[in-house]
T-cell receptor, first 117, second 118 residues
Framework: EPEVTQTPSHQVTQMGQEVILRCVPI?????FYWYRQILGQKVEFLVS????????KSEIFDDQFSVERPDGSNFTLKIRSTKLEDSAMYFC???????????????FGPGTRLLVL | AQSVTQPDIHITVSEGASLELRCNYS??????LFWYVQSPGQGLQLLLK??????LVQGIKGFEAEFKRSQSSFNLRKPSVHWSDAAEYFC????????????????FGQGTELSVKP
C-alpha cells in the first residue's frame, strides 16, 4: 500500500541553524501538508501546498518557515534559523485531488522528531 | 472557529472490555470528521472518517464511530479491546472546501492515550 515517507526520523540541531525536513508524498496525490506536534500538545496545522504554491498557512508558519516541491516526488519544509520552541514532531501529509466542497482524506507520514538545543 | 475536544487525556481498559473514546467538535456547518491512531514511533494512521450519510461509520481494526449532530460528538467505540490497541487516538475535524485549490487543514483534538490491562 502506498505510504508517505519522511526523512530523517530524528534530527538534532543547534539553535540558529537551518534544517530541512523531507517528505515523499503518495505518488498520485496533489495536496501536501505539514503539521507539527510539540510534546504533550495537539497536532497543529502549519501549511498546505497545491500546484506549487501555498494554499493556506497558520500563524505558526512565519517567515522562518518555507516549503518547496523541488522535484516531482519530494516535498520539503525548511526552518531557516531554528529556535528552541521549534522542537517538535513534524508530520507530512498528502491527499488526492480535491473535489470542490469535499475534504479528502489526508495520509500522514511517520514524522520527523526535531530537537533544537 | 473550528475546535475539537477530547475530554479524556488517558484511559485504561482491560483486554476484552468495551471502549468508548469521546470527541466533541465545534464547527458551523456539517463537518468532516476523522479518527486517527498513533502507535509509539509511528505516524498517524486513519481509523475511519465521516463525510455524510449513515451516521454510524465502520473503520479498520474493528472500530466504529457515531456522528451525533445534536450533541456535536463523534465518539469512537470498539466492543472488545485487544492489547495491540494501546496507542494514542486523535479526533480531527476538517472543513468543507469552497475552492478546489484548498487542500483543507485538519483541526486535531488533544488526543487520548489508551492503555490496555492484561
Amino acid at each position: 500500500e502506498p505510504e508517505v515517507t519522511q526523512t530523517p526520523s530524528h534530527q538534532v540541531t543547534q539553535m540558529g541553524q537551518e534544517v530541512i525536513l523531507r517528505c515523499v508524498p503518495i505518488s498520485n496525490h496533489l495536496y501536501f501538508y505539514w503539521y507539527r506536534q510539540i510534546l504533550g500538545q495537539k497536532v497543529e496545522f502549519l501549511v498546505s501546498f497545491y500546484n506549487n504554491e501555498i494554499s493556506e498557512k497558520s500563524e505558526i508558519f512565519d517567515d522562518q518557515f518555507s516549503v518547496e516541491r523541488p522535484d516531482g516526488s519530494n516535498f520539503t519544509l525548511k526552518i531557516r534559523s531554528t529556535k528552541l520552541e521549534d522542537s517538535a514532531m513534524y508530520f507530512c501529509a498528502s491527499s488526492e485531488r480535491a473535489r470542490q466542497g469535499v475534504q479528502e482524506t489526508q495520509y500522514f507520514g511517520p514524522g520527523t522528531r526535531l530537537l533544537v538545543l | 472557529a473550528q475546535s475539537v475536544t477530547q475530554p479524556d487525556i488517558h484511559i485504561t481498559v482491560s483486554e476484552g472490555a468495551s471502549l468508548e473514546l469521546r470527541c466533541n467538535y465545534s464547527y458551523g456547518a456539517t463537518p468532516y470528521l476523522f479518527w486517527y491512531v498513533q502507535s509509539p514511533g509511528q505516524g498517524l494512521q486513519l481509523l475511519l472518517k465521516y463525510f455524510s450519510g449513515d451516521t454510524l461509520v465502520q473503520g479498520i481494526k474493528g472500530f466504529e464511530a457515531e456522528f451525533k449532530r445534536s450533541q456535536s460528538s463523534f465518539n469512537l467505540r470498539k466492543p472488545s479491546v485487544h492489547w495491540s490497541d494501546a496507542a494514542e487516538y486523535f479526533c480531527a475535524v476538517g472543513a468543507s472546501l469552497r475552492f478546489y485549490n484548498q487542500g483543507g487543514k485538519l483541526i486535531f483534538g488533544q488526543g487520548t492515550e489508551l492503555s490496555v490491562k492484561p
